[in-house]
């Protein structure tokens, strides 16, 4: 199974964005709420919560699309990639599509969220299914367990 070498690049599809990663996931998901199927034209989005000191852009100006609400997703301006995620209320992670870095072949997705709204042919090799969100105080374990499963 391929392993994440860090730092690790990537950027948007015309290159106009790059971006950086030298930090480790805190954790991998799927996301299959319809509002992720919809800004990814699939039947999930991958997110890897990276801790924001180990994220940079490092070429080009993302901006905002999606909802233009509280979380804030990143675009490039000219291809429209939806490249990451500040999640509304949270400094300390940022929420990359792992597809957007050039070696990705690593990614395996340990969570699935919002199964409830999955279509019914979707699957993922995830190890833990929540029909919503897990509750707020299961992080912590599943940061743990992702961090275990990752050596």
């Given at each position: 199974m391929p392993t994440l070498t860090l730092p690790a690049e990537g950027g948007c599809r015309c290159g106009r964005v790059r971006?950086?990663?030298?930090?480790?996931p805190l954790l991998t998901m799927a996301c299959h709420c319809t509002g992720c199927q919809r800004m990814s034209s699939s039947a999930y989005s991958l997110s890897a919560a990276i801790p924001s000191d180990g994220f940079e852009v490092t070429k080009g100006e993302p901006v905002i699309g999606g909802l233009h609400g509280a979380s804030k997703h990143y675009f490039c301006g000219y291809?429209?990639?939806?490249?990451?995620?500040?999640?509304?209320?949270?400094?300390?992670?940022?929420?990359?599509?792992?597809?957007?870095?050039?070696?990705?072949?690593?990614?395996?997705?340990?969570?699935?969220?919002?199964?409830?709204?999955?279509?019914?042919w979707a699957a993922t090799p995830a190890v833990h299914s929540y029909e919503a969100l897990p509750a707020f105080e299961e992080y912590e374990?599943?940061?743990?367990?992702?961090?275990?499963a990752q050596k």
């Open positions: 971006l950086k990663i030298s930090a480790r291809c429209m990639t939806w490249m990451f995620t500040r999640p509304e209320g949270i400094d300390w992670f940022v929420n990359l599509r792992p597809t957007m870095l050039d070696d990705h072949a690593w990614f395996t997705p340990f969570i699935e969220t919002w199964t409830a709204e999955k279509l019914p374990g599943l940061v743990a367990e992702y961090a275990v």
